[in-house]
């Protein structure tokens, strides 16, 4: 089944240690996000690829980087995370090309937690 | 500053009886409103949308009120079903589903057998 897919469900990492996220999709979108949801919050979008350009939302912190080396693949890095940076990171793909978009199709999501 | 918000953090409801689910917006540019719903350890799918030049869309049990003077939509199911008990989120954009998507918070439906 095609399907959007996160590496690894669940990561710690500590303090101040570089730690980086997958997403790879079958769907062949053009399209990828990355949200973080913080614990009772609302999925919050960090940034996304429109094929490849890259969009970043105003308010996402340095910290917060990305790549997506090919079409099926993105990577979200963090590079210094700090406690505030533990949350759930969502991975949605949807088809940009039409005039009636796709809808946002999304993976099972990492729960990253530092320590 | 929360521009979508679902006021209601869970909900509980017998089987066969109704579910209304509620969301308020605070942005009057927003013109298109989504439903996700999400199962634990899945990622949210969609459910429904609805256009603002639109104030109902239906779709099977599932229907969506919008009363844009309000700013409030809902998400009606008829029947409930214990299989529908997932955190159920309201977004909305502005410019259509190809635009950011801003997300509620979630309410947490449980259908009781």
């Known amino acids: 089944d095609a399907m959007v897919i996160q590496n690894p469900r669940y990561q710690v990492t500590q303090f101040g240690k570089p730690v980086t996220l997958s997403c790879s999709q079958t769907l062949n979108h053009n399209v990828m996000y990355w949200y973080q949801q913080k614990s009772s919050q609302a999925p919050k979008l960090l940034f996304h690829?429109?094929?490849?350009?890259?969009?970043n939302e105003a308010d996402t912190p340095d910290n917060f980087q990305s790549r997506r080396p090919n079409t099926s693949f993105c990577f979200l890095d963090i590079r210094s995370p700090g406690l505030g940076d533990t949350a759930m990171y969502l991975c949605?793909?949807?088809?940009?090309?039409?005039?009636?978009?796709?809808?946002?199709?999304f993976g099972p999501g990492t729960r990253l937690t530092v320590l | 500053d929360q521009q979508v918000k679902q006021n209601s953090p869970s909900l509980s409801v017998q089987e066969g009886r109704i579910s209304i689910l509620n969301c308020d917006y605070t942005n009057s540019m927003f013109d298109y409103f989504l439903w996700y719903k999400k199962y634990p350890a899945e990622g949210p799918t969609f459910l429904i949308s609805i256009s603002s030049i639109k104030d109902k869309n239906e779709d099977g049990r599932f229907t969506v009120f919008l009363n844009k003077s309000a700013k409030h939509l809902s998400l009606h199911i008829v029947p409930s079903q214990p299989g529908d008990s997932a955190v159920y989120f309201c977004?909305?954009?502005?410019?259509?589903?190809?635009?950011?998507?801003?997300f509620g918070t979630g309410t947490l439906l449980a259908v009781q057998p």
């Open positions: 977004a909305a954009s502005i410019g259509g589903a190809t635009n950011k998507l801003i």
């Open positions: 949605a793909t949807r088809w940009g090309g039409a005039v009636e978009a796709d809808t946002q199709y």
């Open positions: 690829y429109y094929d490849k350009d890259f969009n």
